[in-house]
């Protein structure tokens, strides 16, 4: 009996010992496995940002190219530009009527062809204007033949269309009211193309604004029977008689088609002499022609004589 329970307590303690081993050998077991999962989370983390780093440079280098590339693209490539452009003919200067400028102010019966001292005016280009100094004689202009004027009424018609017919027609001081306010306008003459027309009946200045100083040769806007403006008037005085003084001074008829306009007018009433030192751009043009014919006829001139001495030396030497 004694035995059975000697032999039953050392099979307890070995149990006992043996139970005491295991749960150490898992304890190391499980220990070691976090372990090594934990260096092998962390073994793989490291890479993994590496890449990351490594992708986002490379995209950036990508992009970098990108943008290289299509800035070379876009310098290789030619910028759009209207057709024709690099066709355009050398347009004439744009003429802008300043304060105290006589301007021809016309419109065409079509309203395509017009100029009213401004510079997106289609008849801009080479308009003749006068700047007015003082009492004298002075002359304004416009004209259809220039390479400017053709251009532009492509944005309305042919090219080849020239001014038809007369809607308005006036010579105006730019702030002449302001600067004259008794400054008188006689128109003297009126030519188209060259040639110079009848008039109807006799002109009278007015301002239509109270700042410009105006007078009608061919207003369509006033209708028929209308009275003479209050400030009518004429170099002697004011002038009330719509029968001998008109807005109309002209025949339309004149104007069937026309290219050149040319009005002559004499200016008084603004207190002072017309400036010998100040001419209009048309006097300008005919004093460029004069000085061009005064030189060469100097240059043949001084030729002839040249000629002529040499011939008489070898005169003098033959005789000799």
């Known amino acids: 009996m004694k035995k059975l329970i000697s032999c039953l307590i050392v099979s307890a303690m070995m149990a006992t010992a043996f139970t005491s081993c295991g749960d150490s050998g898992n304890n190391t077991s499980v220990t070691e496995n976090s372990s090594s999962n934990n260096s092998s989370s962390e073994t793989t983390e490291a890479p993994t940002e590496a890449e990351e780093e490594t992708e986002e440079e490379t995209e950036e280098e990508t992009e970098a190219e990108e943008e290289t590339e299509a800035e070379e693209t876009d310098e ?14 050398e347009f004439e200067d744009a ?8 301007y021809l102010a016309i419109v065409d019966s079509n309203y395509y062809s017009q100029y009213w001292g401004k510079n997106e005016d289609i008849l801009t280009y080479d308009a003749g204007v006068a700047h007015i100094t003082g009492d004298g004689d002075y002359k304004v202009s416009v004209t259809a033949d220039t390479e400017g004027y053709r251009y ?16 308005f027609a006036a010579v105006i001081v730019k702030n002449g009211t302001t600067l ?20 109807t009946a006799k002109n009278y200045t007015s301002s239509d604004d109270g700042k410009e100083m105006r007078t009608n040769i061919y207003n369509s806007y006033i209708g028929a029977g209308s009275s003479l403006p209050d400030d009518a008037h004429t170099a002697d005085g004011a002038v009330t008689d719509s029968e001998e003084y008109n807005w109309l ?3 339309p008829d004149d104007f069937a088609s026309w290219t050149n306009v040319e009005v002559d007018f004499t200016v008084t009433g603004t207190g002072a002499e017309k400036s010998e030192d100040d001419t209009d751009s048309n006097e300008d043009t005919d004093s460029d022609e004069t000085e061009t014919t005064t030189e060469s006829e100097d240059t043949d001139t001084e030729a002839e004589t040249e000629t002529e001495a040499e011939a008489e030396d ?7």
């Open 314 to 320: 070898e005169t003098e030497a033959e005789a000799e």
């Open 249 to 251: 001074i002209v025949n």
């Open 95 to 102: 003429v802008i009527a300043e304060d105290g400028d006589a």
């Open 76 to 89: 290789d490539e030619e910028v759009p530009t209207a057709a024709g452009d690099e066709d355009l003919p």
């Open 180 to 199: 004259y306010p008794d400054m008188s306008i006689q128109i003297n003459s009126i030519k188209v193309d060259g040639e110079e027309i009848d008039l």
């Open 152 to 167: 532009d009424i492509q944005n309305y018609a042919e090219e080849t269309y020239v001014p038809a017919g007369l809607t």
